[in-house]
Antibody, heavy 119, light 107 residues
C-alpha cells in the first residue's frame, strides 16, 4: 500500500523559499502523478501542481512563476519549492497521488504539514 | 478556472436522515467529478470519483450522481461518523478546482 509523507520546515520567513519533500513508501507513484495541494487556514483547497514521470511538471497558472515541483527517483521523493513567499502562503500543504483513470481524482494523501510564513 | 459552488454551506441533520449536497460547476466538467470527506485535523479522503464510482472501502450509504454542471452527493442514512466537511472537485479543466466545502453536523 503506497503511503505519502510530507516533511520540511514549519516556519518560513517572508520573501524566502518554502521547500517541502514528499516521501513515497510502500511502492512508487508509477504511471500516476504526484500532486501538491494546499489548504489555506479556515478555507478551501487549492491545487498547486503535479509531477509526472511521463509528462514532467505542470503548475497552477496562479502560482506558476514561483513554484517548482521535481522528483528524485533514487530516493522515491518529490519536492515542492515555492519562492518569494508571503503570509498568504501560510497553509497546510499536502502531497497526493493523482489518478487520471479516476477522472483525475486524488486517492492517496499525505497527513499534511502546516507551514507558517512569518518573520 | 472552473468555479465549483457547493450548497448548502452547512447542514445539521439527525442520525438516520438522508442528506444531499449539491455541487455546481461554472462550465461542463463531463464525468470528471469527485467527492472528498475531511474530518477535523485530517487530510481529505476520496469518497467518490467519476461522478458515481465509490472508492474502495467507502460505505454504500454514500452515492453520487449528476452530469454536465450539476452534481450531488447523498448520504442515505446519516451516521455519527459522517460528521465532516465534504468537498467536490473537478478534474476536467486545468487547474483542477474544489468547491468551498459543506459542513455536515449531527443534531
Amino acid at each position: 500500500q503506497v503511503q505519502l509523507q510530507e516533511s520540511g520546515p514549519r516556519l518560513v520567513k517572508p520573501s524566502e523559499t518554502l521547500s517541502l519533500t514528499c516521501t513515497v513508501s510502500g511502492g512508487s507513484i508509477g504511471i500516476y502523478s504526484l500532486t501538491w495541494i494546499r489548504q489555506l487556514p479556515g478555507k478551501g483547497l487549492e491545487y498547486i501542481g503535479y509531477f509526472s514521470y511521463s509528462r514532467g511538471p505542470r503548475y497552477n497558472p496562479s502560482l506558476k512563476s514561483r513554484v517548482t515541483i521535481s522528483a528524485d527517483t533514487s530516493k522515491n521523493q518529490f519536492s515542492l519549492n515555492l519562492r518569494s513567499v508571503t503570509a498568504a502562503d501560510t497553509a497546510i500543504y499536502y502531497c497526493t497521488r493523482e489518478r487520471y483513470n479516476y477522472g483525475t481524482a486524488f486517492d492517496i494523501w499525505g497527513q499534511g504539514t502546516m507551514v507558517t510564513v512569518s518573520s | 478556472d472552473i468555479q465549483m459552488t457547493q450548497s448548502p454551506s452547512s447542514v445539521s441533520a439527525s442520525v438516520g436522515d438522508r442528506v444531499t449536497i449539491t455541487c455546481r460547476a461554472s462550465q461542463g466538467v463531463s464525468t470528471w467529478l469527485a467527492w472528498y470527506q475531511q474530518k477535523s485535523g485530517k487530510a481529505p479522503n476520496l469518497l467518490i470519483y467519476a461522478v458515481s464510482t465509490l472508492q474502495s472501502g467507502v460505505p454504500s450509504r454514500f452515492s453520487g450522481s449528476g452530469s454536465g454542471t450539476e452534481f450531488s452527493l447523498t448520504i442515505s442514512s446519516l451516521q455519527p461518523e459522517d460528521s465532516a466537511i465534504y468537498y467536490c472537485q473537478q478534474g476536467n479543466g486545468f487547474p483542477y478546482t474544489f468547491g468551498q466545502g459543506t459542513k455536515v453536523e449531527i443534531k
